[in-house]
């Protein structure tokens, strides 16, 4: 059972990772928009950028739902599902998954 929240930490460290590559890359085009009114990088290339938030928010929003307690910790005793929130706390898992879906 915990086990599962570490590989979860894990995952939602993996997501970062391209969220923060697609951040990167597409981080002058706001202000190049607003400076010219347009972008200097080709339509398909922003339909990309665009595929890729979509994906990368889908895995984050799926991860978000597998990180209710899960039917196990249900019939368990009381404290194993107290254990499980705190070792979920402790990972900051909501937060940093709520962190993911506003980048």
Known sequence: GLNLLYDLSSTVTELALPLQDIVECTKDLPEALAENGRVDISRKQ????IGQVFLQRSAVNLLGVVLDVPEFF????????????????YLELDTRVEVLNTR
Not at 77 to 87: A, F, N, S, T
């Open 74 to 89: 249900w019939s368990a005793p009381d404290h194993l599902q107290v254990l499980y929130k705190r070792v979920c706390e």
């Open 46 to 49: 922003v339909a990309r950028f």
